[in-house]
């Protein structure tokens, strides 16, 4: 069962433009949704995370969206740089400590 | 710059052949994750501790697959015996509490 799955698979984009993964999750105790940035070769990274009392969190040009009713959450990159080349995993965990459950990756091209 | 260490990075082993992984968390993090990374199945849990007391292993197959964490300051992962299913790149990742996962770079192991 997969209790987290993200879209689309691959993305490209031009330098200036707007990414945007999708991630819809089955399991309602999950309550704690991170998204993390893997560059070959090395392990993922934590990027931003949200938590389910707020809509939307933002840092610098990364934001999620958060649609609990719907189960579903979104990063969205602004103005895409070609450094942010990168595969970009969801997550999902029932508290920040616990087990992560990810979506199958999205790897993201940005063209100059 | 506090980091996640592994070791070995690389390890290409012949089937049948035991395989040591191991891990330093981060120092003061109480949470040890062992996940792996397939193009199939991308990434999964493998096992977890807490305060050095294995909390979940339900990922990993029993049989052959062990892991410990002798004190503190390392996590180990065994697989014996090594098959060519097992080529995969295994991660450690540490946390403090109910704060964020911090991966380390990973060690790609394959199996021939």
């Known amino acids: 069962q997969q209790q987290v799955k993200q879209s689309p698979q691959s993305l490209i984009v031009q330098k200036g433009g707007i990414s945007i993964i999708n991630c819809a999750y089955e399991?309602?105790?999950?309550?704690?949704f991170p998204w993390y940035q893997q560059f070959p070769g090395k392990g993922p990274a934590l990027l931003i995370a949200i938590r389910p009392d707020v809509s939307e969190k933002k840092e610098g040009r990364f934001t999620i969206s958060f649609n609990k009713s719907a189960k579903q959450f979104s990063l969205h990159i602004m103005d895409s740089q070609p450094g942010d080349s990168a595969t970009y995993f969801c997550a999902a965990s029932k508290a920040a400590g616990n087990k992560l459950t990810f979506g199958g990756g999205t790897r993201v091209l940005v063209k100059p | 710059d506090a980091r996640v260490t592994q070791t070995p990075r690389d390890k290409v082993t012949e089937m049948g052949q035991e395989v040591t992984m191991r891990c330093q968390p981060i120092?003061?993090?109480?949470?040890v994750f062992w996940y792996r990374q397939t193009m199939m199945q991308g990434l999964e849990l493998l096992a977890y501790f807490r305060n050095r007391a294995p909390l979940d292993d339900s990922g990993m197959p029993k049989d052959r697959f062990s892991a410990e964490m002798p004190d503190a300051t390392l996590a180990t992962l065994k697989i014996q015996p090594s098959e060519p299913r097992d080529s995969a790149v295994y991660f450690c990742a540490s946390g403090l509490g109910g704060r964020e996962q911090y991966f380390g770079p990973g060690t790609r192991l394959t199996v021939t």
């Open positions: 399991n309602t105790a999950f309550d704690y």
């Open positions: 120092l003061g993090h109480n949470t």
